[in-house]
């Protein structure tokens, strides 16, 4: 089955700094790929995702790398607020049902 | 602008009392869920609808049953609550993808 790890379960960064989250992933037939954010007190919100076919994509302030050979994938936050604190969850689907499988998450703390 | 709604927002229970969750989603999404999250892990999948009239398990399961009542509503019920359900219970939809709109969550204790 799936499983989906984090190298960090917390990352505590400056505001203003960039934010890099990590996620190592072992189902070679996962292809799409999501990240979530769940403030505290809230559901999870989708962020951004990636497919398969993709190694990179950007949305606003974030971009998710994508690295199947290692079977690594890796949210970038460009210019860190405070707002950004958060979990952040790796979660991976694969097709046909598309049913998403969390991570444990990496928690972010943003330093004023 | 509702998304997905979720009722009770808070819950205590004892032991071997019953309950249902109730969920309910505005966005005409064919697909539903419901996920327990507990402190240190990360969510993990009860049971879910790929649409309307069916239901299938999860990753865990066992001590709960669910219905989906029609396209917008999905109910979670525990029949004889246990200490070990004493969770957060999210509901989320989706339509097609694995991009889940998410509820704000049920916390509930059981004692």
């Known amino acids: 089955g799936e499983s989906v790890g984090l190298h960090l379960p917390t990352l505590s960064v400056q505001e203003g700094d960039n934010s890099i989250i990590n996620c190592a992933y072992s189902?070679?037939?996962?292809?799409?790929f999501i990240w979530y954010k769940q403030e505290s007190g809230k559901g999870p919100q989708f962020i951004i995702d990636i497919r398969s076919n993709m190694d990179k994509r950007q949305g606003q302030r974030v971009t998710v790398l994508l690295n199947k050979t290692v079977k690594h994938l890796s949210l970038q936050i460009a210019a860190t607020q405070p707002g950004d604190s958060a979990v952040y969850f790796c979660v991976l689907a694969s097709g046909g049902s598309y049913i998403p499988t969390f991570g444990r998450g990496t928690s972010l703390i943003v330093h004023p | 602008n509702a998304g997905v709604t979720q009722t009770p927002k808070f819950q205590v229970l004892k032991t071997g009392q019953s309950m249902t969750l109730q969920c309910a989603q505005d966005m005409n999404h064919n697909s539903m869920y419901w996920y327990r999250q507990d402190p240190g892990m990360g969510l993990r999948l009860i049971y879910y609808?790929?649409?309307?009239?069916?239901?299938d398990k999860g990753e865990v399961p066992n001590g709960y049953n669910v219905s989906r009542l029609n396209k917008r509503e999905f109910s979670l019920r525990l029949e004889s609550a246990a200490p070990s359900q004493t969770s957060v219970y999210f509901c989320?939809?989706?339509?097609?993808?694995?991009?889940?709109?998410f509820g704000n969550g049920t916390r509930l204790t059981v004692t």
């Open positions: 189902n070679s037939a996962s292809d799409y």
């Open positions: 609808s790929a649409s309307e009239g069916t239901t």
């Open positions: 989320a939809s989706s339509e097609g993808t694995p991009q889940l709109h």
